[in-house]
């Protein structure tokens, strides 16, 4: 039986509290030369596709801009279209808001796009409530709890009738008789959320429909994802915790007539290179006080506290007043909050953690806040990703490094040879599409047989 | 004053017929290379800017929903995608889709066009485009329009957030600044706090100001209400003069100073018998005279270039060409119009700035939230 082959896929690393600016190798985040780097980088390891994240607010934090991470970036369409345009096989990646746009236009774009890349668009799929971010759309932003899902549900569902409103064989282009097309793209969809009809302008594209990327651990994203995703993005770190996630979202496929290799289990990793596992160590610690300045352990204590900390030593011991519990107010609009179910207990397991340990405050938050998943050197590292993938805790990773633009270089030419010697990582590009290169069937041209009728 | 040369993107041209030509490619409408392949032609020229066009909706010859046509080219590409795919491919030349300000998000666009000009380091443009159609406000689940008025009210404050967006970040709100941890300082980063009837917006901008500042804004008109929004909001207005007698009275119904390009269709060949024959075949497979919005020339590329002269001559800042059949009369501009007026002296022979807004000689404009 052939070697399971590995899925790789590259984050660009913008605004994100793992991006360490600090560094004297970190360039722009912005111009667009950052993205083509990355982007060749990731394409000259053959990986399956670069990923692009998205938040639609600057942040803030005691109703003050958060300013001590990366921040700004750009348009997710327009610089994944202009990436078309310096590579050749590379699948794009964009993530876009569910809550603050039309499900009309952004099946218009994403269409758009899988033509001008000549099948290679990707689609991470996210939904936001917060008022807060509304206050930049038209449209405002407030959705109660129960129908954040169910929006999200039916806004997927749109764009796949409106991507299926064209089979692929309309435009005939006969100069003779002057026939042009066959007409189609009509539409009519009434939901609870929607009431769109018309007539859908852009033909059907390569891949049909873009390929569909989740993020969620939850029970409703896990079962969100298994009804239509063809890729899931996850955080969990450890071999058990992998397998226990991929053997729970594969088993709930076969409910929706699916088979277990149309949704790729993907985890989030980091990763630190060096030549001797110690030296790795020893980056992987430098890098963590990069990532966690003393001011940025403040802003990570009060998420958690809830409360004006400012005052606070960061390498003093933690906080004796405990957590304010109910509504975050400190950290509007930020997912990261939403992680802290019970502060106080969480709080009182740091306390006991720094006892333990006997750490500082900006100490505890290094812990705390998620070390980096792999580190060692090339030959550890490829055979720890092989090691998962093989053992079934993920179909492959969506590195995430931590500088701008320069980061995935040595990863690319030092991690990806070996795992293709171990003949777990393709060394040639043998299909055309983001479809193929994720070994995906082809994408329905019927809706309603799938994620729709759910 | 300089004369600008702008050609309009539209399908395989502007007659209706043009994909039925021997050079057209319908097929390949929707292929990146198509587009690259004719911006690059365009800036071979030595041209200003390329505008893309766009519909909101599918292409209709009805006024109120889709036709039933099969004779006619239907279904198009996002034009600002188109642009962006272009982009990294071209060096020079501007790059300005339509964006239908009626039925989109003006946040959205605001950093759409920012990364438009990161992406063509500075040649980035937008034209702006009223949606009136109820089949088009039924794409988004919109109730039917208001008045014209309203309709283009929205449409200036729609161009008002984006323009304030693109300053909200002041062009040094990087500090990155190692000693006390801070990546930006706040103090440069503005809320812009717009409200008006059809939507609000906070800010800032999530993108950084764009290479240009301000993006080159531009937009269509063909009466009063129209020509207001040039006026008002926009740096560049294209307008549709029926004879050169017509110029003076646009320019002077057009408050302010903006750049005013005149548009035209045009059918070029070697010899105008050959000009007229081409046309001629393409309005009888269209059944009958092709009617337009903007004027219609047929004739040799030396005949065109004495008309637009005449017009530059007469107050315009420049032509906006619609190619008949773009991928005959795209050649004849950039191999006949252009040296033709070359060798008149009347275009340059050269690029000679590297942004749009140095193309067409604007400043690069104040913050206006900078401290002065």
């Known amino acids: 039986m052939p070697r399971k082959q590995i899925h790789l896929a590259a984050h660009f690393p913008g605004v994100n509290n793992t991006t360490v600016w600090s560094d004297p190798a970190s360039g722009s985040h912005i111009d667009f030369s950052s993205f083509q780097h990355f982007a060749e980088a990731a394409e000259r390891a053959k990986f399956d596709f670069l990923f692009l994240a998205e938040g639609l607010r600057l942040r803030e934090q005691n109703g003050l801009i958060y300013d001590l991470d990366v921040m700004g970036r750009p348009d997710t369409f327009t610089v994944v279209a ?9 699948g794009l990646a964009g993530t ?33 409530w917060d008022a807060f971010t ?63 009809s018309g007539r859908f302008p852009v033909p059907r594209s390569p891949q049909g429909r873009p390929v569909i990327l989740q993020a969620g651990d939850s029970d409703e994203g896990r079962e969100f994802a298994a009804s239509g995703a063809d890729a899931i993005f996850t955080r969990h770190g450890t071999l058990e915790a992998g ?24 985890p989030a990793a980091t990763f630190v290179l060096g030549d001797t596992d110690a030296e790795a160590q020893e980056k992987a610690r430098h890098i963590r006080y990069q990532q966690v300045s003393p001011a940025t352990a403040i802003k990570f204590l009060e998420q958690l506290w ?19 519990v109910g509504e975050n107010t400190i950290a509007r609009g930020r997912a990261s909050v939403r992680m802290h179910r019970d502060p106080i207990a969480t709080a009182n397991e740091w306390r006991a953690l720094a006892e333990a340990k006997h750490l ?42 931590h500088v701008t633009p320069g980061g995935l270089d040595e990863f690319a030419d030092t991690v990806v040879p070996l795992l293709q010697e171990r003949g777990a990582f393709r060394t040639e590009y043998t299909g055309s599409t983001l479809r193929e290169h994720l070994g995906l069937k082809p994408a329905p041209t019927t809706s309603g047989k799938d994620f729709s009728s759910h | 004053m300089t004369l600008h040369l702008a050609v309009a993107l539209e399908g395989t041209g502007w007659h209706p017929a043009s994909w039925r030509e021997p050079e057209a490619r319908p097929t390949a409408l929707f292929d990146a290379g198509y587009w690259t392949g004719l911006v690059r032609q365009a800036e071979r020229g030595l041209l200003d800017l390329v505008t893309v066009e766009d519909t909101f909706g599918i292409q209709s010859t009805r006024p109120s929903e889709p036709d039933e046509r099969t004779d006619q080219v239907r279904g198009r590409l996002d034009a600002l995608l188109i642009a962006a795919r272009v982009a990294p491919l071209t060096s020079h030349i501007g790059l300005v889709p339509t964006a239908i300000a009626t039925h989109t998000e003006p946040f959205h666009f ?8 990161y992406a063509s380091r500075g040649r980035a443009g937008v034209r702006v485009r009223v949606s009136a159609r109820p089949d088009e406000f039924a794409l988004v689940g919109r109730r039917v329009p208001g008045t014209r008025a309203e309709l283009f009210g929205e449409a200036a404050d729609w161009i008002e957030v984006i323009r304030r967006l693109w300053d909200s970040w002041e062009d040094d709100a990087e500090i990155r600044d190692a000693a006390t941890g801070r990546f930006v300082d706040r103090d440069k980063l503005h809320y812009i706090d717009f409200s008006g009837p059809q939507f609000s917006v906070r800010g800032p901008s999530i993108t950084p100001r764009p290479p240009q500042g301000q993006p080159l804004v531009a937009a269509l008109a063909h009466r009063e209400v129209a020509y207001e929004l040039v006026g008002s909001s926009c740096d560049l207005g294209f307008v549709t003069p029926a ?70 001559a007469a107050g315009l800042d420049g032509v906006r060409l619609r190619p008949g059949s773009v991928d005959h009369d795209l050649p004849q501009v950039t191999r006949g119009l252009v040296p033709e007026l070359q060798r008149r002296g009347a275009f340059r022979t050269a690029y000679e700035a590297d942004t749009l807004r140095g193309l067409l000689g604007l400043p690069l404009p104040a913050n206006r939230y900078a401290a002065v």
């Open chain 1, 134 to 196: 509304g206050e930049n759309f038209r449209r405002g932003g407030f959705l109660p709890q129960e129908k954040r899902y169910s929006r999200a549900k039916e806004f997927l569902a749109a764009t796949f009738e409106l991507f299926d409103s064209w089979q692929g064989d309309e435009i005939v282009a006969d100069k003779e008789t002057g026939e042009f097309w066959r007409p189609a793209g009509d539409f009519a969809i009434r939901t609870d959320q929607f009431d769109l």
């Open chain 1, 243 to 266: 397998q226990a996630f991929y053997a729970d979202v594969k088993g709930r496929l076969a409910s929706y007539g699916r088979d277990p290799e149309d949704l790729k289990i993907l």
């Open chain 2, 110 to 117: 605001s950093k759409a066009i920012a990364t438009l000009d």
């Open chain 1, 360 to 401: 500082s405050t900006r100490e505890v938050i290094i812990e705390v806040t998620g070390r980096q998943n792999f580190i060692g050197t090339p030959g550890r590292i490829a055979e720890l990703l092989d090691e998962f993938v093989q053992a079934d805790a993920s179909d492959g990773f969506v590195l995430v490094p």
């Open chain 1, 82 to 90: 202009a990436l078309a345009a310096v590579t050749d096989r590379l």
């Open chain 1, 96 to 128: 876009i808001n569910s809550t603050f746009n039309e499900p009309y236009e952004v099946a218009r774009q994403f269409a758009s796009l899988d033509h001008l890349s000549a099948g290679r668009a990707a689609w991470n799929v996210v939904t936001s």
């Open chain 1, 306 to 324: 809830n409360r004006d900390l400012s005052d606070h030593d960061p390498d003093g011991p933690l906080p004796t007043v405990d957590p304010v």
């Open chain 2, 243 to 312: 004879e050169t007698a017509d110029i003076a009275r646009i320019r002077g119904e057009i408050p302010g100073s903006p750049l005013v390009f005149g548009d035209v269709v045009v059918f070029l060949a070697e010899s105008a018998a050959e000009a007229e024959d081409r046309k001629g075949r393409m309005d009888s497979r269209l059944g009958r005279a092709l009617v337009s919005d903007a004027s219609i020339f047929v004739g040799t590329p030396a005949g065109l270039a004495d008309l637009v002269q005449e017009w530059h």
